[in-house]
Each structure stands twice: as C-alpha cells, then as structure tokens.
C-alpha cells in the first residue's frame, strides 16, 4: 500500500487536509489531486465538519503541477484524460470554505489550488508564482482567470508574463491574500479562523460563499437578485431566529444549523 499523499484529520468543527508529498515540494500529480478531492468532497458531506483548512509544509505549499510526470505527455495524452477536468474540477464544487493556509511555494498549480480556496492566509515566508512561461506552457488551472481577478490585470499579466514570484508582502499589498502571518503562527491562525467560520450558522455561511462566488459569474444585476433571494431564504431558518433571539437577549447564539 502506498502512503497517503494528502494527510487528513478533524480538528474541533474543522477539516483539516495537509499535502504530505515532500520530497517532490507537494507537486500536484493526478494522485494528489485525486486524494485532495477524495478529502475535501469528505468534509463536504460531513455534518461534523464546519469548515476545512488545507495547507502544505514550511517549504512549500505546492511547487505546481508534476513536471516529471507532464513532460513526456503528448497532446493526445492531455486532451483524451481531459487534463486538470474530472478531480480538479470538483474541488471548485465544495460548498463550506476552504481557508488555504499557506507557507513558502506556492507555484503554478500550487498558486492555483490556493486561489481556488476561499481565502489565503500567508505566512511570511511565502511565495506566489505561475512559472509556467518558463516551461513553454502557459496556467491551465485558472491562473489566467483568478490571478487578474484576484490582483488585477497589470501584476497579473507581469507575474504570467514574466513566471517572477512575488513574497507574501507584494500579496498582501496586491490583495491575493487576506492576511499575513509568522511561519510559526501560520498553522494555529488558520484553525482558529475556520473554528470562528465553523461557529456560525453553516447555512449561512454556505449561502454567503455562494453569493460571493456568483459575483464572479454574474452581471451585478443578476448577482444582487441572487444574493437577495438567498437572504430571504433564510429567513426560514431556524438559525435566523435564534441569532436574532440571542442578540436581543444579549447572549451567544446556540446555532443548529438548520
Ligand atoms: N514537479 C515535479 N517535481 C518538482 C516540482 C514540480 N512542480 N517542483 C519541485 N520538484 C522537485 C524537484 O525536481 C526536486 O526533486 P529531486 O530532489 O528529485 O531533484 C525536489 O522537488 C526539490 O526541488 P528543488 O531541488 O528544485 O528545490 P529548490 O529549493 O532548489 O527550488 C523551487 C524550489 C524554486 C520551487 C523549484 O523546485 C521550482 O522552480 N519548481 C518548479 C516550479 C514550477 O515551475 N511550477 C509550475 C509547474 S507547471 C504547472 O503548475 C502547470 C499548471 C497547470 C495547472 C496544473 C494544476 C496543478
């Protein structure tokens, strides 16, 4: 049996998933991301789970893409396995947030995989990139689409461009991610702001993802409907009443998520 590349476990109501590939920089082979999908599509359906954290090591959080395991493959190979569908697409479909916690490289794929989380939390020693320029490809995991959302076209289009990585710093400075933090600080800070997400109501807190991420989708119009259609679903919940009830009773909320 081979060891498990991805390392999962429960912590209080978080899902905490850890790519465990050192030696290859947590490189994205197809078995990682068939294991990180397997994981997080657990979570997902597990009532004990109210938000997930996913994180590499101190070096790296995901080097890309396995290049070793790309380099021989012929256009015929990528196209008939449908490359980066299947898996990778489904990690796009969990529907509780996904804090990436992440610590040095997070390169090309590695860069991506964080943005396709609902937040990053960067420790200082962290570095973003698509290097891809420099391997005679270009992103293929959404580089090209998040990155200019995330930061805009010029620093997107300098990163791609030019396959330059920026520090955790310029990422903040950029908004690419939501925080900073020290290395050491780097794991604790992500449970704790998923146990925070996790306290909260978890029909609410699905709802919010998804109006945020119908922003990304939508004509403003459409996506205020959106959101106001969710809001009024709410209110049928029993959560609402109880979150109100305990603000006017000057109390914590005790939320059932239901
Ligand atoms: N794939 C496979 N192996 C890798 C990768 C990778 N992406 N990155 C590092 N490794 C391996 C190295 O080959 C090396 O193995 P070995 O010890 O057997 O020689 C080991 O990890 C350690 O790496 P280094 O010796 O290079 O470590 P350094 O500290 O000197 O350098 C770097 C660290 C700067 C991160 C360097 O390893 C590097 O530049 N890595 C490649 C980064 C890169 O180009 N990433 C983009 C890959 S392409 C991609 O992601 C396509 C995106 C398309 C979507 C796919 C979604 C995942």
């Known amino acids: 049996m081979t060891a498990a590349l991805v390392k999962t476990e429960i912590r209080g109501r978080v899902g905490l998933a850890t790519l ?8 994205l082979s197809n078995e990682v991301i068939g294991e990180l999908a ?11 789970v109210g938000a997930i954290v996913l994180t590499g090591s101190e070096k790296a959080f995901a080097a890309g893409a396995d290049i070793a395991a790309m380099q021989p493959w012929s256009y015929a190979d990528v196209y008939s396995q449908d490359y980066l569908g299947h898996d990778w697409e489904s990690l796009r479909r969990i529907r509780k947030p996904i804090i990436a ?11 991506e ?6 937040f990053i939390i960067a420790a200082e020693n962290a570095r973003f ?18 990155l200019v959302r995330a930061i805009g076209k010029a620093k997107a289009m300098d990163m791609i461009l030019t396959g330059r990585m920026i520090t955790a710093a310029e990422a903040e400075l950029a908004g690419l991610v939501s925080r900073v933090v020290p290395v050491d600080r780097l794991l604790d800070d ?7 997400i996790a306290s909260k109501s ?46 006017l009773g000057k ?8």
């Open 251 to 258: 109390r914590s909320p005790e939320f059932k998520n239901r």
């Open 113 to 118: 995989l964080a943005m396709l989380c609902d």
């Open 190 to 196: 992500a449970l704790e702001t998923a146990a925070l």
């Open 101 to 111: 916690a992440v610590s040095g490289y997070a390169l090309g794929g590695g860069c």
């Open 202 to 247: 978890l029909p609410s807190v699905m709802m919010a993802k998804e109006c945020i991420n119908r922003a990304f989708e939508t004509p403003l119009d459409e996506g205020l409907l959106f959101e106001r259609r969710n809001f009024h679903a709410l209110f049928a919940t029993e959560d609402q009443k109880e979150g109100m009830a305990a603000f």
């Open 129 to 146: 990139g698509q290097p891809e320029i420099n391997l005679g490809i270009i992103p293929g995991f959404g580089g090209t689409q998040r």
């Open 20 to 27: 465990d590939r050192p030696k290859a920089l947590n490189a």
């Open 38 to 48: 397997k994981a997080l599509r657990e979570f997902d359906a597990d009532e004990a």
